[in-house]
């Protein structure tokens, strides 16, 4: 008995069905950069002696002068990690957006029009997002 | 024992919105709902209207909300719901009269599945059937148990939100058809799968599953045609 599988073209893979598997895959994404945070959180406070408040506090405000991490910085690869993350989210969250809004409308013309809006916001947002970030 | 039946009428002739009748009737705890319902009709009020059938459970015509839950009436026993009973039709589909919907909509989603075996291909040497192992049969054989009761669809919380969704029930015609190693129209149903109103309507709320009164894991089967949509695998 031979397994069958479909080639790509004839699997049905639309914008919808990419979509759905794109935003299973940015959750897991989402899990695997909050951990590589929190594990990444965990040995730098090891090494500086920080404690959690600090870490929270270089979280969110990693360049300011008064930050007790401020020698540390923010890194390229915690620039990357941030960027990363906000990507994702950015994905999941828009297409989310996108999901309750075909769930309810069904004229064809209005779910075009969501989507191209829904599809400018997330890119607008990201290039905004990582622009922010690397002039952190 | 005494129940009291609480049941949605609406009669389109009379009525401009719907309301709740209450009945007392006399019945066994191992009565079935849908006896009761044909106390109610036969002893208190012959206009009451509902779809029954075999009433076995297997023609999927008595699919009514029961306390809140769908299910089949000819396979809801008094004693599991209580002596208070409230009947009502199917959410999501326009009700006809009493305890009857529409059923159209639901029918033309299924029909938008190719519900049929598709296979151009010249029957074998022998001409008579086209084998399967009983491997290749067990992998739809979940999918084979549905009686189209509309209980899975009219639970849906997508399908109450638009009726363009084809729904639980369309979706598991076609699982029952894309898995079977005979079919080949596999890539025709996957297309029509992957429309906005396909697959990706679904959001895993498992209310199909617990809503079917076959048992079936409707929820995972509508899984699995997503995932044969991303690999590609149809054993």
Not at chain 2, 52 to 65: E, I, L, Q, W
Not at chain 2, 81 to 102: A, F, M, R, S
Not at chain 2, 211 to 232: D, F, Q, S, W, Y
Request: charged share 20%; net charge neutral; aromatic share 10%.
């Amino acid at each position: 008995m031979t397994p069958r599988t479909l080639p790509i073209k004839k699997r049905g893979f639309s914008f919808e069905v990419f979509m759905w598997a794109f935003t299973r895959f940015t959750v897991f994404a989402m899990y695997g950069l909050i951990l590589a945070g929190i594990f990444g959180a965990l040995i730098v406070s090891s090494k500086t002696g920080a404690g959690f408040g600090d870490i929270l506090y270089w979280a969110f405000f990693p360049t300011l002068a008064e930050n007790p991490l401020g020698q540390i910085g923010m890194t390229v690869l915690a620039k990357l990690m941030v960027i990363s993350l906000t990507l994702v989210a950015c994905g999941h969250g828009v297409h989310g957006v996108l999901e309750i809004w075909d769930d309810y409308v069904t004229n064809e013309g209005a779910r075009r029009w969501a989507r191209n809006i829904v599809i400018t916001y997330a890119v607008a947002a990201s290039i905004i997002a990582v622009y922010v970030i690397l002039s952190a | 024992m005494e129940v009291t039946v609480r049941i949605f009428r609406y009669d389109p002739e009379k009525d401009q919105r719907g309301h709740y009748e209450n009945y007392t009737v006399e019945a066994h705890e191992t009565d079935r709902v849908l006896d009761v319902l044909e106390l109610v009709k036969g002893h208190k009020d012959g206009s009451l209207a509902f779809r029954r059938s075999c009433a076995h459970g297997v023609c999927g015509s008595d699919a009514m909300r029961i306390n809140g839950r769908n299910a089949l009436a000819c396979k809801t026993l008094v004693r599991d719901v209580g002596t208070e009973i409230k009947i009502e039709p199917l959410l999501g589909l326009k009700v006809t009269k009493d305890l009857i919907v529409d059923m159209e909509p639901f029918f033309d989603n299924y029909k938008k599945m190719l519900p049929y075996l598709i296979n151009e291909s010249p029957l074998p040497v022998d001409g008579r059937e086209r084998l399967q192992s009983p491997e290749q049969r067990a992998r739809f054989d979940e999918t084979t148990k549905c009686i189209l009761c509309a209980a899975c669809t009219t639970a849906c919380p997508s399908f109450w939100a638009s009726e363009e969704y084809y729904g639980p029930a369309a979706l598991m015609a076609a699982h029952r058809f894309v898995f079977d190693s005979r079919d080949e129209g596999t890539t025709q149903r996957l297309e029509i799968l992957s429309e906005t109103n396909g697959t990706v309507r679904c959001h895993t709320a498992y209310n199909c599953t617990t809503a079917c009164p076959r048992g079936i894991h409707i929820t995972e089967a509508i899984g699995e045609l997503k995932m044969a949509m991303v690999t590609g695998k149809l054993d």
